[in-house]
C-alpha cells in the first residue's frame, strides 16, 4: 500500500515594521498546516534568512526586492509578498518593478493572504483585485526606471550630482540626465519641487529605521 503523499512544507518569514500587523499575519499564517512560520523585525534577528517567502510592509519589500535584483545585498532569491495600506498606481508599480511578487491590502482576508503565500512560494505572482486594478490604471503614466528611482532617493538625501554620481559608481553627465528624466517624468521644473511630488505619489520610501 502507498503511504499517502506529505503536503509541502512552505517556510515563510513575517517581518512587517508594524508589530500588530506582523502577530496578525504570523497568527492566521500558522493556523494553516502547510506553513512554517518564523517572526520577527526587518533585518533584525535574520528570521527571513531561509524562508521561502518573507511577508513584510511596504518599504522593507521593495528594497529588499530591489537589493536582490541588483545583487548588491548578497540576499537569497526569496520571493516577496507585501502586506501594506500603500494602494496607489504609483506605489504598486514601483513595488512590482522592484521585484515584489506579491501585493495584498490590510484589509485582505486569511484565505487570500494563505493563497497569496502559496502563489508567491511557487514563483508566480500575486496582486489583489485592488491592487491589479489600480496598476493597470496605472500602466499609461511615465514611470521612473530603477536607477532613476536611485537618483531620486538620493535627490532626497540632499546629494549633489557629484555625491550621486560617487555614490553610484556612474559619471555627473550621466546623474544629470537622470536627473531631467526624473524632472520631466514627474512633471516638475526644479528638484525641490520634483522630491516634494515624489513624496505625495509615494514613489519615495521611508527612511530605514
Not at 516577496?80 to 494602494?87: A, E, G, H, K, P
Not at 482576508?109 to 500575486?126: K, N, P, Q, T, W
Not at 532613476?148 to 555627473?172: T, Y
Request: charged share 25%; hydrophobic share 40%.
Amino acid at each position: 500500500m502507498t503511504a499517502p503523499t506529505q503536503a509541502r512544507q512552505i517556510h515563510v518569514a513575517v517581518a512587517h515594521r508594524d508589530p500588530y500587523v506582523a502577530a496578525g499575519i504570523a497568527s492566521l499564517l500558522r493556523s494553516r498546516a502547510d506553513f512554517v512560520v518564523r517572526s520577527g523585525l526587518p533585518g533584525v534577528d535574520g528570521a527571513d534568512d531561509t524562508a521561502d517567502v518573507l511577508v513584510t510592509d511596504y518599504a522593507t519589500g521593495v528594497q529588499k526586492a530591489a537589493d536582490v535584483s541588483s545583487d548588491r545585498s548578497g540576499a537569497s532569491s526569496k520571493s516577496f509578498l507585501v502586506v501594506t495600506d500603500q494602494s496607489t498606481g504609483w506605489q504598486i508599480r514601483r513595488a512590482v518593478d522592484a521585484g515584489v511578487r506579491g501585493y495584498l491590502l490590510h484589509d485582505c482576508s486569511a484565505e487570500e493572504l494563505s493563497e497569496a503565500v502559496r502563489c508567491v512560494a511557487d514563483g508566480r505572482r500575486y496582486l489583489s483585485c485592488p491592487v491589479a486594478d489600480q496598476l493597470l490604471d496605472n500602466f499609461s503614466a511615465a514611470v521612473p526606471t530603477a536607477r532613476e528611482f536611485e537618483v531620486l532617493q538620493l535627490m532626497a538625501e540632499g546629494l549633489a550630482n557629484k555625491g550621486i554620481g560617487r555614490r553610484l559608481g556612474i559619471g555627473e553627465g550621466t546623474v544629470k540626465t537622470h536627473v531631467k528624466a526624473i524632472l520631466r517624468k514627474l512633471g516638475e521644473p526644479t528638484r525641490t519641487a520634483a522630491i516634494g511630488e515624489a513624496f505625495r505619489r509615494g514613489l519615495l520610501l521611508e527612511a530605514s529605521p
